[in-house]
Structure formats: structure tokens, C-alpha cells
């Protein structure tokens, strides 16, 4: 879309702003759903608001894959997880007062999360992703769906009940509009940051795994801050973790199955291997289930390295 530099500007906060508020109605209503349900917290986290939160990356792929630019794709997947996992968690732990998980990790979750990092890692390697791994990706991100949605019921005994329940419709409809609102609002975000960062003479490569990858990760943000403010900053560890492993099996898989993807040297050296890094580090911080401010700022540290590195500022 060409326009001039000023609209641009315009359309960056106007969209940022329905992003903002497109997300306070989807963790309102993904909750009351989840509640509805009678999912746990964490759980409501990893299925419902990790999904929801992750199309902005997903359907930004799949329109980089039909555009003939599938090297995006790779990036966005990258970027993304390590703005999920230095940026978001950061920020979760940072504003919250205490950041506990009272949800078990160590079954299925975490083992996941550090598995598909691993096996994405395994995929491109040789810059080659091809369909075979594409179908295992999906195949095993619906497996664990599968798994977490039908093992919630037997650890959900400690939850409060509801006492007066909202309504699954009008929760459900709340929840698919939002849903909606969030993936074009964030989707005018990323255009707007990508021509902007194009009009400053910015490399396509660094584009994809910076502006749109933290663009795209942005519902993740809104949606983490919003549960902070509420007190219930654990969906936000576990909307980090079901994000991560929607990212890398499902908006890896999936556009892979409408096009041959593309997988550049400079991802491979720089985005990879700090996003396994990242991937040990949030492994080894939640065993204890809790993430503390002092952890919190060094995921900011990371984070604020990786930007550096990749601009060429550090």
C-alpha cells in the first residue's frame, strides 16, 4: 500500500490504539469463557488467549508466503518468540508484585515449549523447511492441544466457582470480534512500522525479525499488561509458552503447506541461536514457579542486547 510518509504516521497510533483496546475485551471475555469451562488460569493462558493472541503472526505469514516473501516468515516466527519470551515475560514480571505459577510446568508445557524450539531449530538448519515437517508441526501442536484441553479437568479442583457465571455466547462472540479487531489492528501496525522503517532505510531481513516481530507480538503485550493489572499475571507466562509453541509448529506449518519457505543465513546466526538461549533461560527461571523482578530485568538486558546487535548499534 503506498502512501505518503505523514498518513503513515496517522495510521501507526490510530491502529495501536484499537490494538490496546481490542485486547482489554478479549482477555474480559477469553476468561469468562475459560471460566465457563471450568479451565484453570494457566491453562485458559496456554489454549484460548495464546491462540487468539498469536493470529496476528500466523495470518501476517501466510500473506508473506502468497506475496513470493516467505523469508518473513522464519523471522516473524524468531522475532516474535524472542519478544515473547524477553520482552513479555520482562514486562509480566517487572509490574507484577510477585509472579507465581501455581500451574505444574514440568509435565507437559515446558518439556513442549523447550522441544519445539529445539525441533524448529532441527527444521531449518539446512535453510530447508520442507512439507514432511510442516505436518509434523501441526500434527504436534494439535497432540499437545489435545492433551492440555482434556488433563485441565483433573487439576482444576483448587479453582474458586463462579458464582453468578457469565454467558458463553455473548462471552463467545465478545471473544471472536476482539479477536478480529486484534489480528487488523495488528496487522495495520506492522504495515505501518514496516514502511516507516523502509522509509528510514531499513534492511528487509532486520525488518522481520524487529519491527514486525515485536509488531505482531504486540497483542501478546496488551494482553500480558492487562492481566498483570487484573492480578493474574500467571496466564501471562502461560499465554508466553502456548505463543511460543503456536509459533514455531503452527505459523511455521501452516504457511509452509501454501508455499516453499525460505530460511535466510542471517536468521540462522543471529535470531536462532538467542532464541534457544532464551528458551533455556525461561526453563530454568520457572522451575521454582515464579519469575522475580531482579529476572524480570534481565530478560530486558537480553532483549535490549538483541535489538542493539541487530541494528548494528552494539
Not at 54 to 83: D, H, K, R, T
Request: glycine share 8%; net charge negative.
Amino acid at each position: 500500500m503506498s502512501l505518503p510518509f505523514s498518513i503513515w504516521l496517522v495510521i501507526f497510533p490510530v491502529s495501536l490504539f484499537f490494538l490496546i483496546q481490542a485486547s482489554d475485551y478479549f482477555t474480559d471475555s477469553a476468561e469468562a469463557v475459560g471460566k465457563v469451562l471450568r479451565l484453570p488460569s494457566f491453562i485458559i493462558g496456554v489454549t484460548i488467549v495464546s491462540i487468539g493472541t498469536s493470529l496476528p503472526e500466523l495470518v501476517s505469514s501466510l500473506f508473506a508466503v502468497m506475496q513470493g516473501s516467505s523469508e518473513i516468515v522464519i523471522g516473524n516466527v524468531v522475532g516474535s518468540n524472542i519478544a515473547n519470551i524477553f520482552l513479555i515475560v520482562g514486562v509480566a514480571a517487572v509490574t507484577s508484585e510477585h509472579l507465581k505459577i501455581k500451574y505444574n510446568l514440568t509435565n507437559v508445557d515446558l518439556p513442549l515449549f523447550v522441544g519445539s524450539a529445539f525441533f524448529l531449530g532441527l527444521t531449518v538448519i539446512d535453510r530447508y523447511f520442507s512439507l514432511g515437517e510442516s505436518l509434523l508441526c501441526i500434527v504436534g501442536f494439535a497432540v499437545y492441544l489435545f492433551y492440555t484441553v482434556t488433563t485441565s479437568k483433573n487439576i482444576n479442583e483448587e479453582e474458586e466457582e463462579e458464582d453468578d457465571p457469565p454467558s458463553l455466547p455473548v462471552s463467545i462472540a465478545i471473544l471472536v470480534v476482539s479477536c478480529i479487531v486484534l489480528s487488523v489492528a495488528a496487522n495495520y501496525t506492522v504495515e505501518s512500522v514496516i514502511h516507516l522503517s523502509k522509509i528510514f532505510d531499513v534492511g528487509t531481513e532486520v525488518i522481520a525479525v524487529s519491527a514486525l516481530a515485536i509488531g505482531t507480538s504486540l497483542p501478546e503485550l496488551m494482553v500480558t499488561i492487562n492481566f498483570v493489572k487484573k492480578g493474574n499475571a500467571e496466564i501471562a507466562v502461560g499465554n508466553v509458552l502456548g505463543s511460543n509453541i503456536f509459533n514455531s509448529l503452527v505459523v511455521m506449518g501452516i504457511p509452509a503447506l501454501v508455499g516453499e519457505l525460505i530460511v535466510p543465513m542471517e536468521i540462522l546466526t543471529e535470531g536462532l541461536p538467542l532464541m534457544i538461549i532464551g528458551t533455556i533461560l525461561l526453563f530454568f527461571v520457572t522451575q521454582d514457579r515464579q519469575v522475580t523482578r531482579w529476572e524480570g530485568l534481565l530478560f530486558f538486558l537480553f532483549y535490549g542486547w538483541f535489538i542493539g546487535r541487530i541494528f548494528n548499534v552494539l
